[in-house]
């Protein structure tokens, strides 16, 4: 099994190393009769491509996107949709010195302990270059939800970069579009700004934490026990490389609550639709969408490849120095934003196929 896919009735299954020819991803399942805009395709692709700006890696990536396969007269066929992302700009001898080292914090001594073989190279399958594949076929996955469900929107921003967090004061969703770092505030995409400047100056590197809201999702999508709506939300966040934890509504912070604190009221709308008063199940119950806004964080950890002189061993089990050259993000939580929505539309599209499939129409009314 080498579970490289993920997803029930849309599939994904990504392919290719961050140093090999190409990477891509083969997407099973998507419905017939998608409007598919490679030029949109594209433009997810662009907000997550590498040597933007300075405090992301220097590789300079056009990341474009072919589709092969499943697209006919600019719509899908109902067949496999294959595409492909071309390296362009590797360059593997940065990476000679560690053939033999193992980097702290990084996967390369996991990836020799189960497989015995591991590709040094920018650290193969385990890089964070895999993740375009993801924003590819979450790119199709937003054109299939622009069609079933077209009131869905997705939006993901940085809320913290090392020790410092935005305030939900001065909270601007018109910001996060407007800085290098998916902020939706101003005041601290000028302070994340000087600090990384620093960071990246000094060769260190810094964990971050994104969100990803979904706002027009229905009720109902998501199943209970084992096919819970946040349990796939999850493991989708948790599966993008450097993620270290994720919380869906309040997360850990419910902890802190009291129950009277964490329900969140119910009234019945104008429209006949519930209303809540508050929003801390994250927009799921019981593994099922309320109708809310879908809330999802996850925290990214510090890139492991950093100029700063480190212990470690060497595959012989002889104790050594390493220092990672090459070109790599001083935070790699900017690019997961884009990488977080892709996941999100996954996700989303999956189960709202799931729910069509059993439930269809059904479902109870209110009122």
């Not at 697209?71 to 071309?86: A, C, D, L, N, S």
């Not at 290098?180 to 302070?191: E, L, T, V, Y």
């Not at 966040?237 to 509504?249: L, R, Y």
């Not at 929003?279 to 700063?308: W, Y």
Request: aromatic share 6%.
């Amino acid at each position: 099994m080498s579970l490289n896919s993920f997803g029930h009735l849309f599939r994904v299954t990504t392919w290719g190393e961050s140093h090999g020819p190409a990477l891509g991803a083969t997407v099973d399942g998507c419905p017939p009769g998608v409007d598919v805009d490679v030029a949109q395709l594209q433009g997810w692709l662009d907000r997550r491509k590498p040597g933007q700006n300075k405090y992301t890696t220097q590789r300079r990536e056009a990341d474009e996107v072919e589709i092969l396969s499943g697209v006919f007269e600019g719509k899908t066929t109902g067949t496999p949709v294959q595409m492909m992302i071309r390296n362009t700009d590797q360059r593997s001898k940065d990476y000679g010195d560690i053939a033999e080292k193992f980097r702290p914090g990084h996967a390369d001594i996991t990836y020799w302990q189960k497989y015995g073989i591991r590709d040094y190279r920018g650290g193969g399958r385990s890089s964070a270059r895999e993740t375009a594949a993801r924003v590819a076929a979450g790119g199709l996955a937003r054109a299939a939800l622009d069609k079933l469900a077209p009131g869905i929107e997705i939006r993901g921003y940085m809320t913290q970069v090392g020790p410092h967090g935005i305030d939900r004061a001065s909270f601007d969703e018109a910001q996060i579009d407007q800085n290098p770092f998916w902020c939706p505030d101003a005041g601290a995409a000028a302070q994340w700004a000087d600090y990384l400047d620093g960071l990246r100056k000094s060769g260190n590197s810094v964990g971050a934490i994104c969100e990803v809201v979904a706002r027009g999702v229905p009720a109902g999508l998501g199943a209970p026990i084992y096919g819970k709506l946040d349990t796939d939300l999850a493991a989708a966040m948790m599966s993008i490389n450097a993620v270290k934890g994720v919380e869906i509504g309040e997360g850990m912070n419910a902890a802190c609550l009291t129950g009277e604190d964490n329900a969140d009221e119910i009234f019945l709308g104008n429209d006949g639709a519930p209303v809540y008063s508050s929003n801390h199940a994250g927009g799921i119950l019981g593994g099922i969408s309320t109708g809310q806004d879908l809330v999802v964080r996850f925290a990214v950890k510090p890139t492991s490849s950093i100029l700063k002189t480190r212990q470690t061993i060497t595959r012989r089990g002889e104790a050594t120095e390493i220092v990672t050259k090459g070109r790599h993000d001083p935070c790699v939580g900017i690019r997961a934003v884009p990488v977080g929505e892709a996941m999100m539309a996954l996700v989303v599209l999956d189960h709202l196929l799931l729910h069509r499939g059993q439930i269809g129409d059904g479902g109870g009314r209110i009122g």
